[in-house]
């Protein structure tokens, strides 16, 4: 996707704050920074790893060395195998002009050798804040994958296709996001946060309702009655 | 053993109709796990598998496998049927577990 077609997007649907999660890459998250910046929308790098279970985690962080931090831990553990452009896409690497600056040889849509329990922790270690992706999809989210959240791991902040939080993740906040792998998807989902700040901290003092602050998750059709 | 042979004797669904299914196949392979497949999977094998979601398509087109067969009667989604229309990929169907077709099929293939 276009860099700037998906800064418009999210300024077109009332998006004040937007995280990139690449699956297993972080390549562009700072021509997306600087992009989104540019545009006076608020932003957060993000990886979306894929662990040992096929299950997809996110990681969101406030800055670009500690989110490069993770992805450098990361991918001496993603599969030596190479991308098959004729299946999974080219992979390919823009700059803000859209111009093709290089492209990922490994393909990232495979599972890192990288349980869930441990690339928990590993996110937590560089800095970033972990939050299972779509875990009430019938794939690749926790529930569907693992049929019950481990012990041993607790999150602030789930994302959920439907905005409700399924059972076993305490007292989480569920959050909505569009996920979206073509720009029509952007504002599909989105969360209201009710915060001090565009910082993972903020968004956790807002998981845990701290002061007045909030978290509401929303799909489309919610937000438009 | 050829794909029609087998469907026939173990009495499976065929769910793409429209795709001609006279391949060979020469193994099996048991798997939900979209990443373990791509890894172990070779050329030829019949994949069984509880996923239903649109992306084993593209897993069975790099694996080379032969067809796919979704157990304990679990139906793939519509776009799953036309990503394999799309990519020419058999689908097949079980109410049978993993484990009683994997079994049946791999003395059908023994013999």
């Known amino acids: 996707m276009s860099p700037r077609r998906i800064v418009e997007s999210a300024v077109a649907n009332g998006i004040d704050l937007i995280a990139i999660a690449d699956h297993n890459s972080v390549s562009m998250v700072d021509t997306m920074a600087e992009v989104a910046l540019a545009m006076d929308l608020s932003f957060l790098y993000g990886m979306e790893l894929q662990t040992r279970e096929d299950i997809h985690l996110l990681a969101y962080f406030d800055d670009s060395a500690s989110c490069h931090g993770l992805a450098q831990a990361i991918y001496p553990l993603l599969p030596d195998r190479p991308n098959e452009p004729t299946y999974f896409g080219d992979q390919v690497i823009v700059d803000k002009d859209e111009m093709i600056v290089g492209s990922e040889p490994k393909l990232l849509v495979n599972s890192l050798d990288l349980g869930f329990n441990e690339a928990v922790a590993l996110v937590r270690e560089h800095g ?5 992706a779509h875990v009430d999809r019938d794939a690749y989210g926790l529930i569907a994958q693992l049929g019950f959240v481990p012990e ?9 296709l439907t905005g409700e939080l399924p059972a076993g993740f305490g007292d989480a906040a569920a959050i909505c996001s ?3 792998h073509q720009p029509d998807q952007i504002g599909q989902r989105t969360t209201i946060f ?9 968004m956790i003092l807002a998981a845990q ?8 998750a929303c799909t489309k059709e919610r937000r438009m009655k | 053993m050829r794909l029609p042979e087998i469907i026939d004797r173990l009495s499976l669904s065929v769910l793409t109709p429209a795709l001609g299914f006279d391949s060979d196949v020469t193994g099996g392979y048991c798997g939900d796990l979209l990443s373990h497949v791509l890894a172990k999977a070779t050329k030829g094998d019949l994949w069984i598998t509880i996923q239903h ?3 084993v398509v593209a897993v069975a087109q790099v694996a080379g496998i032969a067809a796919i067969l979704i157990v304990d009667g679990r139906l793939p989604s519509e776009e799953t049927l036309a990503r394999a229309k799309d990519g020419k990929i058999v689908l097949l169907g079980t109410t049978e577990s993993a484990f009683a077709i994997a079994a049946r099929l791999h003395t059908l293939l023994a013999t």
């Open chain 2, 53 to 55: 979601h649109a992306n």
């Open chain 1, 178 to 180: 569009s996920d979206a």
């Open chain 1, 128 to 132: 970033g804040l972990p939050v299972p």
């Open chain 1, 209 to 216: 309702r701290v002061d007045g602050r909030s978290v509401t």
């Open chain 1, 152 to 160: 041993g791991v607790t999150f602030d902040l789930v994302e959920t």
């Open chain 1, 194 to 202: 009710n915060m001090n700040g565009a910082t993972i901290c903020e």
